[in-house]
């Protein structure tokens, strides 16, 4: 046995007997000088020194006088159940060693075998101090156990220790937890119920290939109590025991949130590529300065024939392959992304990998994430259709100018051709004319009856080619605009009985009952005398011309039913009436119907255009209502006031400068001009009073030239619309190409381009129907 104690310190005798407690005292102290030896007698003695402690052994006499051995052995025990207790009597039979062994003596010496006691004492100090520091390690063991119990038990990792059978032989509070399961019912169970079994194969395959060496890594999906799939990683490592598996131990944490949110993550990813790879166009991601692709779409691949590989891979692709006439304002541009100008978006050429040229829009913006080193990114649209296209417009352009040109100058041609024809016509018809005159008075001599009628019949053939003559200067000179109107206050009324008057013979002498219906009281308007006597004059004439014999004119003015404001003439026949395919077309120039029968006297086909054109420069509108074989009614209308000749112009335009120099110019030109800076308040201005033309400009705050132009179409039909712009041929431009017919004026455009094109507009016939429909004009019955 291992000596742990050298020497006892303290040492109680307890002896009622002076002479054997000397004899202990000095056996003791020979041994052990040292050592202090407290000697009692009595009871209250031994309770005394227990009390003051510190011994490290209690030798005893066993029979004493007031105070039994085995009683103060119980004490002991009571007191300090560690201090080893001997008998040292001098009588102690075998059935009382035993008695006192049993409760609790350490050892028992005989007074005449002395010898026995010290290697006795120091058995019973060994045995006790053995007997402490096994305590002392059981206690650190079970102390140590809890630890572990309490490290693993509170362990946010699941930890399970299983048998090669596949038994749990422990498992920890957070896999009971996690799982679902009691402890209890994980008693029950076997590894191979709790791991999916996509993972039983790997599961086996760790059982049999388990060596004692480091953990090996392990992952794998678990199921619930409930079947909820939990995805785990973590390790699992074995444990011998005399050469054999005792166990597998496994330490692994919940992973199924980072799981999913990968696989979440992986989804979005993949759409998102697909969703970038659908978009029709390249979408790309560069590096700053270098211009270096990080990334490019398939789009680049389908688009100008490259692997999208080169794109990332060659440094300087992109600006490789730029058209070389484009290339450096290109690289420029992206170049030039600051903090302050983030955004590009210009137009350029690339050349494909066939050889071909593609035209690109390229909408670039710069990016600086968290401090991060500046990336620019954009998408680079396919614009090649719409560049040919548009070269295309700009050719037939070209061509249309080219061919309007021609047409110009062939029509001054003809104008020229017609006044000097006029002129020259004039001057000798109307010295025949007078000659005819002196011949028929009798001034040169007499003249019988029968001369008399060829002259009448010559004088008359004059006459209709003076008519002739004037209308054709008179078409001349509106088509010049040199046609000026002598406007002043006359009566409307006067002037149709004047000429219902004057042609009162020519119906007559035609069997045709000629009257007319004037309403009383009809204010004067602003008329040009002559003018307004030839347009009534040319209708009458033609309601006579083509009304046989027997039949009725009916001439009428009044104020127009439901616009006062305007004054209504009407010329009624009841002719031969004009077939409704021609009754669009009588107002054109030169436009005649071909007579059925011979008899009617044909004009030139100028006496209805020249009417319309009067009419309209008279700020009113003429038309037609006609049935064939039952008469014809031709209406016209005019402004009772001056001031309703004046057309109302809207000029919506953000640049200020822009309106108010058109504002006065136009109103120079005595038009009513209003303005609006955009189109919303162009539009509020429109709903407010309908303009007779506006002028537009396309780029524009708030809303577009042609977001407005597609509302005025939608509201105001086909009103007439100028545009006025600096981008004739711009992505504007073909936005409101969709809502035309209009007129264009490329800014900056001369002063009196700009009136003539007012003017000419105003004059058209588009204005005067967009005008009738818009006010509603009235149209007479036939009855
Ligand atoms: P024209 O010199 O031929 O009369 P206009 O311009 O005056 O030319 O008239 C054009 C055409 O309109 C004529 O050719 C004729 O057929 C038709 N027209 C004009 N007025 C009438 C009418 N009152 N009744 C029937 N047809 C008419």
Not at 309 to 324: A, D, L, M, N
Not at 484 to 496: D, G, I, M, Q, R
Request: with cysteine; glycine share 6%.
């Amino acid at each position: 046995m291992k000596h742990l104690v050298t020497a006892p310190r303290r040492l109680l005798v307890l002896e009622d007997c002076l002479n054997d407690a000397e004899l202990l005292r000095r056996s003791l102290s020979a041994e052990w000088p040292e050592c202090e030896i407290v000697h009692v007698s009595t009871e209250a003695g031994f309770k005394t020194a227990l009390e003051q402690g510190g011994c490290d052994l209690i030798l005893s006499d066993y029979s004493l006088p007031c105070f039994a051995g085995l009683s103060a052995l119980a004490v002991a025990r009571e007191r300090c159940p560690e201090v080893p207790f001997l008998f040292v009597s001098g009588a102690i039979g075998d059935g009382e060693a035993i008695e006192s062994l049993k409760a609790g003596a350490t050892d028992y010496v005989l007074k005449d075998r002395l010898a026995r006691l010290i290697p006795a004492i120091r058995r019973a100090l060994n045995e006790a101090q053995e007997c402490v520091r096994r305590k002392q390690a059981e206690a650190q063991l079970r102390q140590s156990e809890e630890q572990y119990r309490d490290l693993f038990e509170n362990a946010t990792d699941l930890i399970q220790s299983v048998t090669p059978e596949g038994r749990f032989l422990y498992v920890n509070r957070a896999w009971r937890q996690t799982l679902d399961y009691t402890e209890a019912e994980v008693a029950q169970l076997s590894v191979f119920d709790v791991i999916h079994p996509e993972y039983h194969e790997i599961c086996r395959d760790h059982f049999q290939s388990a060596n004692s060496g480091e953990a090996s890594p392990w992952e794998g999906i678990f199921l619930t109590k409930y079947g909820r799939q939990l995805y785990v990683e973590g390790n699992v490592s074995a444990r011998f025991e005399s050469g054999k598996l005792a166990a597998t131990r496994w330490i692994f944490h919940d992973v199924t949130e980072a799981k999913l949110a990968t696989v979440a993550l992986k989804r979005s990813i993949r759409r998102y590529e697909a969703l970038v790879n659908s978009v029709d166009g390249i979408v790309w991601q560069a590096d700053l300065p270098s211009l270096r692709f990080s990334f490019v779409s398939q789009q680049a691949e389908r688009l100008l024939g490259y692997p999208v590989s080169r794109w990332t891979e060659e440094p300087g692709f992109w600006q490789e392959h730029i058209h070389p006439e484009d290339r450096e304002k290109a690289v420029t541009l992206c170049s030039s992304l600051t903090e302050q100008q983030k955004y590009q978006n210009f137009e350029y050429r690339m050349l494909a990998a066939d050889g071909s040229v593609v035209w690109l829009r390229d909408i670039v913006s710069l990016r600086i994430e968290n401090g991060g080193a500046p990336q620019i990114q954009g998408i680079m649209v396919n614009i090649t259709p719409r560049k040919q296209a548009e070269a295309k417009v700009r050719r037939i352009q070209q061509e249309l100018e080219a061919t309007n040109k021609d047409l110009l100058r062939r029509n001054q041609e003809i104008q020229s051709f017609y006044h000097t024809l006029s002129h020259e016509l004039k001057t000798p018809l109307t010295s025949a004319r007078e000659f005819i005159s002196i011949l028929m008075d009798g001034l040169a001599g007499p003249v019988n009856e029968t001369q008399m009628e060829y002259l009448g019949i010559a004088k008359e053939s004059c006459n209709q080619l003076r008519v002739c003559i004037n209308d054709l200067l008179d078409a001349t000179r509106l088509e010049t605009g040199k046609m000026a109107l002598e406007l002043k206050p006359v009566s409307l009324a006067t002037l149709v009985q004047r000429v219902v008057t004057t042609m009162g013979p020519r119906a007559a002498g035609k069997q045709i009952a000629l009257r007319h219906q004037v309403q009383p009281g009809l204010p004067d308007a602003p008329i040009d005398e002559h003018r307004m006597t030839q347009v009534i004059s040319n209708l009458l004439n033609n309601a006579i011309k083509y009304t046989p014999p027997g039949g009725e004119i009916v001439v009428t003015a009044r104020e127009a039913p439901a616009h006062p404001e305007l004054l209504h003439v009407s010329v009624r026949d009841t002719g031969c009436g004009i077939a409704k395919e021609h009754q669009e077309h009588i107002f054109d120039r030169l436009y005649q119907v071909k007579a059925g029968d011979a008899t009617t006297e044909q004009g030139v086909g100028l006496g209805l255009y020249l009417c319309r054109e009067l009419v309209q420069l008279h700020g009113g509108n003429i038309w037609v209502d006609s049935e064939l074989g039952q008469g014809s009614t031709f209406c016209f209308v005019l402004p009772k006031s001056q001031q309703m000749l004046q057309s109302n112009l809207l000029v919506i335009d953000d640049d200020p400068d822009v309106l108010d120099m058109l504002r006065q110019l136009l109103a120079a030109e005595q038009y009513n001009v209003r303005t609006a800076r955009d189109g919303q308040e162009g539009l509020q201005e429109m709903r407010r009073q309908a303009p007779d033309i506006v002028l537009l400009d396309l780029k524009m705050p708030n809303l577009s030239g042609p977001a407005t132009l597609k509302e005025i179409r939608k509201d105001w039909g086909q009103i007439p619309v100028i545009v006025h712009t600096a981008f004739a041929d711009g992505e504007l431009m073909k936005q409101a190409l969709a809502f035309s017919p209009f007129t264009l004026l490329a800014k900056p455009c001369p002063a009196e381009q700009v009136v003539e094109t007012v003017r000419k507009i105003q004059r058209a016939g588009d204005t005067a129907i967009w005008k009738r429909n818009h006010y509603g004009l009235p149209r007479p019955s036939m009855k």
